[in-house]
């Protein structure tokens, strides 16, 4: 009876167990349409590195959410356009000013160091209350937001012929003409990025 009590004193002090791998892919790829789902890789970003969960067989790469905050926000891209945004995550973490990275890009292009893609690549983002998303049934409610984005960086939205002002759900460039212009579509009007 004593060994039974230590036994289930340790399992109480135990943490709570992190989330199955397929827990994690099937969360990381909800912003996606159904049909890229399965093909989509998912990674873990943490301040230690990137760690590839599942590899992409369709070109895009999902990142997961990172657990034990109060959000959740998994986010898929195509993998060519992820290198970029792991270029500028890696200079932000180095302080590299928001001022310089459009210069500090198009030298780092210039160089070889990141490519920029040659056409516009699709971006899916959910972000809301981690009490909006309901791990074991790996569902969300209408409190987590759910937009896509198409990057044409440096573009602006004169080019593109939208507007650069929010009407509603309809599409709209942000950030136009740096290296994060994008046209967003937002499925809801509460929904900001």
């Known amino acids: 009876m004593l060994l039974g ?7 109480a002090a135990l943490p709570a167990q992190a989330p199955s791998t397929p827990e994690i892919l099937a969360a990381s790829v909800l912003p996606l349409p159904t049909a890229l ?6 990674r873990l970003v943490s301040p230690a590195g990137v760690s590839i969960l599942r590899p992409s067989s369709n070109g ?3 990142t997961a959410d990172r657990p034990g905050d109060a959000v959740f926000d998994v986010r898929c891209y195509q993998v ?7 270029y500028v995550r890696a200079g932000r973490q180095q302080g590299m000013p928001d001022s310089t990275l459009d210069a500090r890009l198009r030298e780092a292009e210039r160089q070889g160091v990141i ?3 040659a056409s516009p690549t699709a971006g899916y983002r959910m972000l809301g209350p981690i009490a909006g998303f309901d791990s074991a049934a790996v569902t969300t409610t209408t409190a987590i937001d759910r937009w896509q984005s198409v990057h044409f960086p440096f573009r602006t939205a004169a080019e593109l012929g939208l507007p650069t002002e929010r009407e509603g759900t309809m599409p709209f460039v942000m950030s136009s003409g ?15 990025p």
């Open 5 to 11: 009590l230590v036994i289930l004193a340790r399992a």
């Open 37 to 42: 789902r399965d093909g989509a890789g998912v």
């Open 60 to 62: 895009l790469m999902c």
């Open 80 to 86: 060519e356009f992820l290198a970029v945004m792991d």
């Open 115 to 117: 490519r920029f893609p």
């Open 178 to 192: 740096t290296w994060w212009s994008h046209v967003m579509i937002v499925h809801n009007a509460a929904a900001l």
